[in-house]
């Protein structure tokens, strides 16, 4: 057994845990406190599982959940930036990629490139699985800000416009079905008094 290499995969695994504490805007639905990146990932993973068929072109489901439960890893060095917050925005690139650099580099060399790959991929939104990936993206915390209540749109002020603009187009990029159901839940959300 290579020591060294296994204390690098044990090393970035270590690292990972730090995503529990990263911490969104989204609530939980069953308790009173917001919903951490560890949980985000693995609900993106289990709706990559159950959603594939609902993808707009075949995708490999391995390949997205891979991607889903590292797309949000460089968050551990730069935070979650709120994705309504325009402000938070103008760096947010800038220290995801140094996250990046740094975070990926603790696997051994081959590992760190492929977990590069799919992060770098689904920045990139270019192929089927990180269009459906991101399509998955966008909608989990719409659905958890309807289920409860739209608690987080309300608290920021959120519009049915901004909703709209930031989620629809890239939801219905990866997923028609899932597109016109994210068009329908915003329309419910509106008048039902969560979305100014």
């Given at each position: ?76 060095d730069a935070g979650d930036t709120y994705c309504y917050d325009l402000k938070g925005y103008e760096d947010k690139a800038e220290r995801e990629l140094k996250a990046a650099d ?95």
């Amino acid at each position: 057994m290579n020591n060294a290499r296994f204390e690098q995969q044990i090393a970035f695994i270590l690292e990972l845990d730090k995503l529990k504490n990263v911490y969104r805007r989204s609530l939980v639905l069953h308790e009173d406190r917001a919903e951490n990146d560890a949980e985000h990932s693995f609900h993106l993973a289990i709706m990559a599982a159950l959603l594939a068929e609902h993808a707009n072109e075949p995708v490999d489901v391995l390949h997205v959940m891979k991607m889903v439960l590292v797309h949000d890893v460089v968050e551990i060095d730069a935070g979650d930036t709120y994705c309504y917050d325009l402000k938070g925005y103008e760096d947010k690139a800038e220290r995801e990629l140094k996250a990046a650099d740094r975070l990926f580099a603790l696997l051994p060399e081959e590992q760190a490139a492929e977990y590069r790959r799919l992060w770098d991929e689904f920045e990139a939104r270019e192929t089927p699985e990180s269009k459906f990936a991101n399509a998955l993206d966008r909608m989990q915390p719409m659905l958890l800000n309807y289920a409860k209540g739209g608690v987080s749109w309300m608290r920021h002020g959120i519009t049915e416009e901004q909703v709209t603009c930031r989620n629809v187009p890239t939801v219905a990029e990866g997923s028609d079905t899932i597109g016109q159901y994210a068009k329908e839940l915003i329309a419910a959300a509106k008048a039902e008094g969560m979305l100014k």
